[in-house]
Every structure is written in C-alpha cells, then in structure tokens.
C-alpha cells in the first residue's frame, strides 16, 4: 500500500503522560500536514513541512506540542504533559506541490485517535 | 471573524435523488475549494478541487459550482446510493493554507 500511514492508529493515555505519533507519508511527497479533528468538526491545521523544514505552525501548537521531519520522509508529533483537552483525532496528510503558492491536494492518512484520561 | 458554514449538520435523501450541499464562507478570499469525503474513523479523501476562476467542475456523478460574489460553493451528488452515505467537508485554499469547515453528514437511504 503507497498511501499515507500513521502509527499508532489507538492511545489511550493517562494525563500528563507524553505521547509520540507517528506518520509516512507517500514516498515522493514533498509537503506534510498535521491537523488535529474533534467529534463534529472538520479537522483543524496544527503545522505543515517543506522537506524537513517547518514552514508553519497554527496557534493552536502549544509549546507542549512538537513536530518534526528529520530526514524529509517521515514525521513524528509529540505531545508532553498531555491533558484532556488534547483527546481527538490526530491526522497527516501529504502532498507533492512543484511551485511555492500552487494548488495542494492533500492526501490524509487514517488518522491516531487520543484519547486522554 | 472569519468562518464557514456547511448547511446543516446532517442531511437525509432517498436514494436516486440528487444531494445538493452547501458551503458558505465569510472573510475569507480563497484561490481554490475543494471537497473531501470522511467517513467514520478514517481521514478525508479528495474529491474536486475547483478553482476561483471557475464557475462549474464535474466528476462523474459530482458536480462542484463556486460563485466568489455570493462566497459560496454547492456540490451535487446526483442519482445519489446508500453507498455515497458518509461527512463531506469543504475546504478553502489559499496557496498551502486549507481551512475545513465542519462538515455535512449526508445519509442516503434505500
């Protein structure tokens, strides 16, 4: 399967617990996505990379929380001290984008579901 | 502020009619729209993506308006199945940036 994975696709965790999730995205994607989605909505942008740099970081990224792609394939998503505001459903997404400002189509994974008690 | 709005939080069709969805947006200038398919416990899928120089895009049984005057976009599902049961989002583009809206659960029923 060439689609986008993430592991674990379950947490369940206690408060103040850290956490790391993981994704691989398609192979020759360029771009990768974290959003974060709770019952009812659609999912929220957390943080985006170009390669392996950060390009952007909602304000929704507290300092518990830290992303990275170190080699420009997979990423990871830690979040320390957890809290149960942060139960929802986590989701990687990537993308291949030729041009800075071109149209992305993002490819979502199935998701990590959080849940923190 | 800005927001988007997906008519209602949940929509009932029989089967073989046509759904029509909307979403409506405040404040926002996107370059594209696109719409994405959720069902439960899995990420969205891509569906269409429509630019804002387009009026109309179609895709087999899909069809996707966008009207940058009223600021809203419609998608049709015609001759509609149980099978097209599932959350359909909205999402406004604006370059890299995507902004979702809360969705639309669309229930087919035989």
């Known amino acids: 399967d060439t689609g986008v994975s993430q592991d674990p696709r379950h947490k369940i965790t206690k408060r103040g617990q850290n956490v790391t999730f993981r994704c691989d995205p398609i192979s020759e994607h360029n771009r990768l996505y974290w959003y974060r989605q709770t019952l009812g909505q659609g999912p929220e942008f957390l943080t985006y990379f170009q390669n392996e740099a950060q390009l952007e970081k909602s304000r929704l990224l507290s300092d518990r929380f830290s992303a990275e792609r170190p080699k420009g394939s997979f990423s990871t998503l830690e979040i320390q001290r957890t809290e149960q505001g942060d139960s929802a459903m986590y989701l990687c997404?990537?993308?291949?984008?030729?041009?800075?400002?071109?149209?992305?189509?993002?490819?979502f994974g199935p998701g990590t579901r959080l849940t923190v008690l | 502020s800005q927001k988007i709005e997906q008519n209602s939080e949940a929509l009932n069709i029989q089967e073989g009619k046509t759904a029509t969805l909307t979403c409506n947006y405040t404040n926002y200038s996107p370059a594209y729209l696109q719409w994405y398919r959720q069902d439960p416990g899995r990420g969205p899928v891509f569906l269409l993506l429509i630019r804002e120089n387009e009026k109309e895009k179609r895709k087999e049984r899909l069809k996707v308006t966008f009207d940058t005057t009223l600021k809203q976009s419609l998608f049709h599902i015609t001759a509609s199945q149980p099978a097209d049961s599932a959350t359909y989002l909205c999402a406004l583009g604006q370059g890299q940036n995507f902004v979702f809206g809360p969705g639309t659960r669309l229930s087919v029923l035989p």
């Open positions: 997404a990537s993308s291949y984008t030729r041009t800075s400002g071109g149209t992305d189509t993002q490819y």
